[in-house]
């Protein structure tokens, strides 16, 4: 209101100047309180109009903002990261020996890996769950190692998936994009993880392998050991004169 009543005596003034300039018998009557009512409300439509003009802009800002916080990231790395995380799955189920199923482990482990031989076993059933029990360990080794490679090979893929993320997310229009290259990183991160315990799994399960190894042929040592000894008694030592 303050600048409409700086207008007022603007007004009147201009109103009066007009009608000085006008000649005498060109005088118009005219009221000067309502021509200036009219200019004022004249301006005051004005300034409506340009306040209404203001808010219609920042409405539209603000649903061109919500519109790019709506906007969805035209980009999917999940499927890449199921590949290479498949791969060394894929590892996993094919590694020969002791499985990675707790029954069928336990089965095998029981006849491989006896607390103690039964006495009636032949020498050649003792020689042949020897070898199986050292293809066992090499299978783990084999396992291990191919885990590793495939690992390795999966962080090339890695790196380029966090670059491309990384810089989506420094370049996203709106919260939505944001989110979801987050999300996507998140994603990286626990396929990484998930990698991680897959190798150290095949490293631990190589580490049981040779340490179950040692430990059953401590066993059979030991159970080839009684059968040399024998159950008889044994031979006593006793001096013996040759010579009178």
């Known amino acids: 209101m303050k600048p409409l009543t700086r207008l007022a005596p603007v007004v009147m003034l201009l109103t009066l100047g007009l009608l000085a300039l006008q000649p005498a018998n060109a005088v118009t009557v005219i009221d000067p309180t309502n021509l200036v009512q009219n200019i004022l409300t004249a301006v005051r439509t004005m300034e409506m109009i340009n306040n209404q003009v203001s808010q219609l802009q920042n409405e539209t800002q603000m649903l061109l903002n919500q519109a790019r916080n709506l906007a969805k990231l035209d980009y999917n790395a999940v499927n890449r990261l199921r590949v290479t995380l498949a791969s060394t799955?894929?590892?996993?189920?094919?590694?020969q020996g002791l499985a990675f199923d707790v029954q069928?482990?336990?089965r095998e482990f029981a006849r491989l890996?006896?607390?103690e031989y039964a006495s009636g076993i032949s020498g050649q059933r003792l020689a042949q769950e020897a070898r199986e029990r050292w293809r066992s360990g090499l299978d783990g080794l084999h396992t291990a190692l191919r885990v590793q490679a495939q690992v390795a090979q999966n962080l090339a893929l890695d790196e380029s998936v966090l670059s491309e993320l990384v810089q989506l997310s420094q370049a996203a229009g709106g919260a939505l994009q944001a989110?979801?290259?987050?999300?996507?990183?998140?994603a990286l991160q626990a396929k990484q993880s998930i990698q991680a315990q897959q190798l150290q799994i095949t490293q631990n399960r190589a580490i049981a392998l040779e340490l179950a190894r040692q430990a059953a042929a401590a066993e059979e040592a030991r159970e080839l050991r009684r059968r040399f000894m024998?159950?008889?008694t044994p031979y006593t030592p006793y001096p013996v004169q040759f010579y009178r």
């Open 89 to 95: 799955e894929r590892l996993l189920a094919e590694a």
């Open 104 to 106: 069928r482990l336990d």
């Open 113 to 115: 890996y006896p607390a």
């Open 179 to 186: 989110t979801q290259a987050t999300n996507q990183l998140l």
């Open 230 to 232: 024998g159950s008889g």
